[in-house]
């Protein structure tokens, strides 16, 4: 920003104060200065507790309404009533989500679910292209999944896994190199039966002799010559017996799966047994902890929209902040900033639209009664929860699918929407994103919304008029002193000569 600095001729005649004059002079031009650079303080302060609304709208999604988020409230584990424990851990755990009824089960397993896995033993010490002798052409290769591998004199166990990473990335196959073992390992990702490798080896009958060997497959002759085989993955199988003697055998492709709502983890073969009993405390805990933060974003956005502005606390000019120390300041632009947004249009529709979607409705509101969940007594309190631990735990016990659906069931009609899958939209169309309301009026930093917006537009378009006063008061007060100057060399002579005709007189 442009600063009041012009060349100045500052003698005095002593027939008037011409610095004084000049300042009087200018008293109205650096009062429209300083009243448009309040007026763009204050705009800053809009923008800079937008963002932090912004900031906090966003911290309450991730934590609580983002589907990786481990304190998600719209998923089904959110509202489990049971708690399940295993014998050994190591095996097999489970946890149970909204729906989940007791268990009492024994796990025995036979066989984890693997992906498609071959092994090839290698010597790093001795070189690669020994190991994989050249053919006829003079190079060895294999060719995995349909991707063609070439074997050099100048590999090394490093340099084939990654040829083999690069190659077959596209192909969901990965290969690391043992150092322990000494073999290179050539897999899947993906467990199960349907997982496969196809492997061929080119040119060298005794390397596919020793894989077979290694690892228990047969390889057949191609219409060229070659070795080619395909290895397959393995499913998880595990014998549950239940409390009466009854035993079902569960066949997965995966070692992680979910059987009437509750999700397994098999971390190894071996038997172990899964006991459930009732038990709320997780869900209830989870759920009084979104409420409290849920309920301070609300009373610091009910807060902005309904503080009245206190008088006389305009933003402080530059020269009242050379006067004070910086504790004066920081109370005094506290205070400065109460009531800037109130009755703000985006912030009052905020809270409106979660009340309306929340307890808009009458038999809506019934309902989030018996759960433990109302809306707060307290006028003051617009928009905030009201939480009933004890309320919401027995609902849990009676009907925690019903209480999931009611709370966080997912519905492409929005009138079916549980309450806080509603309440996810919301905020998302508020502060989720770079095109939000929220973002679209101030901003969010480190996006390209952070200088398109109302805010900071305003702001530049205030920087530009305030560089226009100054540059006026400036041009102002250069011909204020120019003027004066004049008008003071003016006297200046007119005195000599007044001089000069006294002591001629008095001669």
Same mark, same amino acid.
């Given at each position: 920003?442009?600063?009041?600095?012009?060349?100045?001729?500052?003698?005095?005649?002593?027939?008037?104060?011409?610095?004084?004059?000049?300042?009087?002079?200018?008293?109205?031009?650096k009062?429209?200065?300083?009243?448009?650079?309040?007026?763009?303080?204050?705009?800053?302060?809009?923008?800079?507790?937008?963002?932090?609304?912004?900031?906090?709208s966003?911290?309450?999604?991730?934590?609580?309404?983002?589907p990786?988020?481990?304190?998600?409230?719209?998923?089904?584990?959110?509202?489990?009533?049971?708690?399940?424990?295993?014998?050994d851990?190591?095996?097999?755990?489970?946890?149970?989500?909204?729906?989940?009824?007791?268990?009492?089960?024994?796990?025995a397993v036979?066989?984890?679910?693997?992906?498609?896995?071959?092994?090839?033993?290698l010597?790093?010490?001795?070189?690669i292209?020994?190991?994989?002798?050249p053919?006829?052409?003079?190079?060895?290769?294999?060719?995995?999944?349909?991707?063609?591998?070439?074997?050099?004199?100048?590999?090394?166990?490093s340099?084939?896994?990654?040829?083999?990473?690069?190659?077959?990335?596209?192909?969901?196959?990965?290969?690391?190199?043992?150092?322990?073992?000494g073999?290179?390992?050539?897999?899947?990702?993906?467990?199960?039966?349907?997982?496969?490798?196809?492997?061929?080896?080119?040119?060298?009958?005794?390397?596919?002799?020793?894989?077979?060997?290694?690892?228990?497959?047969?390889?057949?002759?191609?219409?060229?010559?070659?070795?080619?085989?395909?290895?397959?993955?393995?499913?998880?199988?595990?014998?549950?017996?239940?409390?009466?003697?009854?035993?079902?055998?569960?066949?997965?492709?995966?070692?992680?799966?979910?059987?009437?709502?509750?999700?397994?983890?098999?971390?190894?073969?071996?038997?172990?047994?899964?006991?459930?009993?009732?038990?709320?405390?997780e869900?209830?805990?989870?759920?009084?902890?979104?409420?409290?933060?849920?309920?301070?974003?609300?009373?610091?956005?009910?807060?902005?929209?309904?503080?009245?502005?206190?008088?006389?606390?305009?933003?402080?000019?530059?020269?009242?902040?050379?006067?004070?120390?910086?504790?004066?300041?920081?109370?005094?632009?506290?205070?400065?900033k109460?009531?800037?947004?109130?009755?703000?249009?985006?912030?009052?529709?905020?809270?409106?639209?979660?009340?309306?979607?929340f307890?808009?409705?009458?038999?809506?509101?019934v309902?989030?009664? #018996?759960?433990?969940?109302?809306? $707060?007594? +307290? @006028?003051?309190? /617009? *928009?905030?929860?009201?939480?009933?631990? !004890?309320?919401?735990?027995?609902?849990?016990?009676?009907?925690?699918?019903?209480?999931? #659906?009611?709370?966080?069931?997912? $519905?492409? +009609? @929005?009138?079916? /929407? *549980?309450?806080?899958?509603?309440?996810? !939209?919301?905020?998302?169309?508020?502060?989720?994103?770079?095109?939000?309301?929220?973002? #679209?009026?101030?901003?969010?930093?480190?996006?390209?919304?952070?200088?398109?917006?109302?805010?900071?537009?305003?702001?530049?378009?205030?920087?530009?008029?305030?560089?226009?006063l100054?540059?006026?008061?400036?041009?102002?007060?250069?011909?204020?002193?120019?003027?004066?100057?004049?008008?003071?060399?003016?006297?200046?002579?007119?005195?000599?000569?007044?001089?000069?005709?006294?002591?001629?007189?008095?001669?």
């Amino acid at each position: 920003m442009s600063s009041i600095s012009p060349i100045r001729v500052t003698g005095l005649s002593g027939n008037f104060d011409m610095e004084g004059i000049i300042e009087a002079s200018m008293i109205r031009d650096k009062e429209k200065v300083n009243k448009a650079k309040q007026a763009q303080q204050i705009v800053k302060w809009k923008q800079e507790i937008y963002r932090d609304v912004i900031k906090e709208s966003k911290n309450l999604y991730d934590k609580y309404l983002a589907p990786d988020s481990p304190n998600n409230i719209t998923n089904k584990k959110a509202y489990s009533a049971t708690k399940i424990t295993s014998s050994d851990e190591s095996i097999v755990v489970a946890k149970g989500s909204a729906g989940a009824e007791k268990i009492n089960y024994q796990f025995a397993v036979s066989q984890m679910a693997e992906p498609a896995k071959v092994t090839i033993k290698l010597n790093s010490s001795d070189p690669i292209v020994q190991q994989f002798p050249p053919n006829a052409s003079g190079a060895s290769s294999l060719n995995i999944g349909g991707v063609n591998i070439p074997i050099s004199g100048q590999d090394t166990t490093s340099t084939i896994v990654s040829k083999i990473n690069s190659l077959c990335a596209d192909n969901d196959i990965k290969a690391s190199y043992s150092e322990m073992t000494g073999e290179l390992i050539i897999s899947r990702k993906k467990t199960g039966s349907s997982s496969d490798i196809d492997l061929k080896v080119i040119g060298n009958n005794n390397l596919a002799q020793q894989i077979a060997n290694d690892n228990g497959i047969t390889f057949a002759t191609d219409a060229s010559g070659n070795q080619v085989a395909t290895v397959y993955g393995k499913n998880l199988e595990a014998d549950v017996t239940d409390e009466h003697g009854r035993v079902t055998h569960i066949n997965k492709e995966e070692n992680s799966f979910n059987i009437d709502n509750i999700e397994y983890n098999v971390n190894s073969k071996g038997t172990a047994k899964l006991t459930s009993v009732t038990d709320t405390e997780e869900a209830v805990k989870k759920m009084k902890a979104f409420v409290d933060d849920y309920n301070k974003l609300m009373d610091k956005v009910y807060g902005l929209v309904t503080t009245k502005k206190p008088k006389g606390y305009p933003p402080l000019t530059d020269e009242q902040k050379e006067e004070m120390t910086t504790e004066e300041i920081e109370k005094w632009e506290k205070k400065a900033k109460e009531g800037i947004l109130r009755n703000d249009d985006e912030l009052r529709a905020f809270i409106e639209d979660i009340q309306s979607a929340f307890f808009g409705d009458g038999k809506n509101i019934v309902t989030l009664r #018996k759960l433990g969940i109302n809306e $707060s007594e +307290n @006028y003051n309190k /617009k *928009g905030q929860i009201s939480f009933n631990a !004890d309320a919401f735990s027995k609902a849990l016990i009676d009907d925690s699918d019903k209480v999931y #659906k009611t709370l966080a069931g997912y $519905s492409s +009609n @929005y009138d079916d /929407k *549980g309450m806080f899958e509603k309440l996810k !939209d919301i905020v998302y169309e508020y502060s989720g994103s770079s095109t939000s309301k929220f973002t #679209k009026k101030a901003g969010m930093e480190n996006s390209s919304s952070a200088s398109q917006n109302v805010y900071s537009k305003q702001i530049a378009e205030q920087e530009r008029n305030i560089s226009r006063l100054i540059e006026k008061m400036n041009d102002k007060e250069k011909r204020l002193y120019a003027k004066y100057s004049a008008l003071e060399s003016l006297l200046n002579q007119y005195s000599s000569q007044m001089n000069y005709f006294s002591q001629a007189q008095g001669n």
